[in-house]
């Protein structure tokens, strides 16, 4: 499944990072597969080998490559864990970290790499980000306070007046962030069962360590799989990890905080695939730490997709990556993150690929199949409903976190335009109930003007027999996908919870969709929660539509599988809605299996019986999205970490069949 990053790997290596961002210098002497070969791919060279980086927990799990065993010995020599745990005593003191009168942004782990993005260095070092970089490794380690901060910590009373002065929550930050008051008082969990207690256990054991500082969690440790690349640190995989890390008792804000960092990082590289060069804002699928036996450097080694089946870049990445943002400031109070040059610069990269002017006509996002989530194909090309849900909660977020300053009033104002056009659309468009399938059963097709009722020019015939038997009197569900003559009427649990979450959802949607999964409970939630889509593509369908891919035959994986991650979002969804008890069912079923099976990443068959053909032992989303259920059941506080008020500004678009029919 893995193959060798080859042109995806950073173009420049750490000494010439420097060079500007487009600069062709140095690429005609120095391809990267010359400069970073990678373990895993097939060309490793005995002079300058990257090896996965070894946590002295994780060593076990690292596939049996062939590596050197020097650069073995080295790179597992450079994440000690003495160092790593006195390394991370001094980095924690998040917010504490110094900033100059100019506002200039505190280093990273005192080491911070630029990221290219700021090639404009000029633009770079007005923020007074580019010298915070260079500072000397270590610098403001020393000057940062030992202690963590508390849940919440107020870090302008914790720093120097001097600091004081300086980091400041932005306005809009501190305006919209502070709905978090209620988490203080609340019981905070202990550690719980044995089956908590070994998930907390496993979960530490798959970090990441880069540069001594933990940066990630590896996305699965089976000692009896090929890693494939489940070796490295997925964007997608790490929020579960990282809302753990910010929602446990001794709170580890650190880890979300360099990871933050260094995706941002990576983000600056130049993204090549074969001669195509990706969009300035692409935040990476995924990262690996490799040790450079020449450099006697550790060193990231990314992937945009280039190397993902399918070659398809995570449009997934860079709204997660956001979101993740928020709820880290959320918890921490931290705003000095969000507030750096280098990180606002980030964000308006991610979100200027999903606001530039184009063809389209609505305000949903057109994808290739296999960008999120589900990576790879499974029909969901178009304008699919996790993305969608995602782009939403993203711009919300992104509101809150974004500093008004230069041109950001004009984005904001942009973000603001484009939320009020998308939730109509989708809350229109998507919806589906009962009434709705009458309607759409019953459409007139070839309607002219703007007063057509099927917009979409939708042929009724094409929906499907077992939507009819599916869909509940009470209840309702966001459908998968609409576009042109096409509704993808399969459930697709992350873009509806997550529409729950971030208020897409009006609250009569969000109480009709738990009321659908309740109705619905067998085929949603079967035996092992949850299903990622409903139903599976069979025989002809599933030949056509996924290209007969065997991984994804009918109820396994991507295509009607179970998949434990999944738990955390309906406990959110549940806990949003008033629903508990829906979520301590759910949380109940994946206790009896869950961890005496290993910890999949997913089970096959109709309702979730069989561990998945091809599913990874401990993953790592398996047992941090079952830690963050348990502990958003067990302090339904810390929901608002993550989740969003009903947006009151709004308005509700009409789901009545309309006049002109
Ligand atoms: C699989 C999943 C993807 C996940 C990755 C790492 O490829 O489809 O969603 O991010 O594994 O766990």
């Not at 969690?217 to 490295?232: E, S, W």
């Not at 209840?475 to 919870?497: E, T």
């Not at 897409?504 to 109480?511: F, N, P, R």
Request: aromatic letters at 10%.
């Amino acid at each position: 499944m893995y193959e060798s990053p080859g042109e995806l790997l950073p173009k420049e290596s750490e000494s010439d990072r420097a060079a500007p961002r487009n600069s062709s210098a140095g690429t005609a002497e120095k391809s990267p597969r010359e400069s970073v070969p990678v373990v895993g791919g097939e060309d490793v060279s005995v002079s300058q080998v990257l090896v996965p980086s070894v946590s002295p927990e994780n060593a076990d799990s690292l596939p049996s490559l062939p590596v050197p065993a020097a650069a073995v010995a080295m790179s597992s020599t450079s994440s000690e864990p003495q160092d790593a745990e006195a390394a991370l005593k001094s980095s924690s003191s998040l917010g504490s970290e110094a900033l100059d009168a100019n506002g200039k942004s505190p280093s990273e782990f005192g080491e911070i790499e630029m990221p290219e993005q700021n090639g404009d260095s000029s633009d770079s070092a007005k923020d007074g980000d580019a010298e915070a970089m260079e500072k000397p490794s270590g610098l403001v380690e020393e000057e940062a306070s030992p202690e963590k901060p508390s849940r919440k910590a107020s870090f302008c009373h914790d720093a120097s007046d001097n600091v004081k002065a300086t980091i400041r929550p932005c306005p809009s930050l501190s305006a919209n962030l502070n709905n978090y008051d209620s988490m203080e008082d609340a019981p905070l969990p202990a550690n719980g069962s044995p089956v908590m207690e070994e998930a907390w256990e496993r979960l530490n054991k798959s970090y990441v360590f880069y540069k001594g500082k933990p940066v990630g969690t590896l996305a699965a440790m089976d000692p009896n799989a090929d890693a494939l690349n489940y070796n490295q640190v997925f964007v997608r995989d790490f929020v579960p990890s990282g809302l753990a890390c910010l929602m446990k008792k001794d709170m580890e804000p650190e880890i979300v905080k360099n990871f933050l960092l260094k995706t941002l990082h990576l983000q600056g590289w130049e993204k090549r695939i074969d001669n195509f060069t990706l969009g300035e804002g692409v935040m990476p699928a995924s990262f690996k730490v490799g040790f450079d036996l020449q450099d006697k450097k550790e060193r990231l080694v990314a992937d945009f997709g280039g190397s993902a089946i399918g070659r398809v870049a995570p449009v997934d990445s860079g709204f997660w990556w956001i979101i993740l943002l928020r709820s880290y400031t959320k918890c921490t109070h931290d705003y000095s993150l969000a507030d750096l040059p280098v990180v606002q610069k980030g964000m308006k990269l991610i979100l200027n690929l999903c606001l530039s002017d184009g063809f389209d006509t609505f305000p949903t996002l057109l994808c290739a199949d296999g960008c999120s989530m589900i990576d790879r194909r499974m029909g969901v090309y178009g304008y699919p409903i996790e993305i969608q849900a995602l782009f939403y909660f993203a711009l919300r977020c992104a509101q809150q976190l974004l500093k008004p300053e230069r041109d950001g009033k004009e984005l904001i104002e942009r973000i603001d335009k484009r939320i009020m056009a998308l939730s109509f659309h989708f809350r229109k468009y998507y919806w589906m109930d009962h009434t709705q399938l009458n309607i759409i059963y019953r459409y007139k097709t070839e309607e002219y003007s703007d007063t057509a009722v099927n917009k979409f020019n939708v042929i009724p015939e094409s929906i499907p027999d077992w939507v009819f038997d599916f869909m509940p009197l009470r209840g309702g569900y966001f459908i998968g996908n609409v576009s042109p003559a096409r509704m993808d009427f399969r459930w697709f649990l992350v873009g509806n919870c997550i529409a729950i979450l971030s208020s897409l959802a009006t609250t009569a949607q969000a109480t009709a969709i738990m009321e659908l999964i309740e109705d619905r409970w067998e085929d949603l939630i079967g035996e092992m929660p949850l299903k990622i889509t409903y139903p599976a593509l069979e025989g002809h369908e599933w030949r056509i539509v996924t290209g007969c891919d065997p991984k994804n035959t009918r109820w396994s994986y991507h295509n009607g599988g179970s998949w434990p991650v999944l738990l955390w979002l309906l406990t959110a969804a549940c806990i949003k809605t008033g629903r508990p008890q829906t979520a301590k069912r759910a949380i109940e079923l994946v206790e009896k299996r869950l961890a005496k099976d290993g910890w999949p990443e997913y089970y096959d068959g109709r309702s979730g019986r069989y561990i998945g053909k091809q599913a990874r032992k401990y993953q790592t989303w398996s047992i941090s999205g079952y830690l963050i259920a348990k502990l958003m059941i067990e302090n339904p506080a810390n929901i608002s970490i993550i989740s969003f008020e009903e947006d009151k500004k709004i308005s509700k678009p009409r789901l009545t069949r309309s006049t002109s029919f």
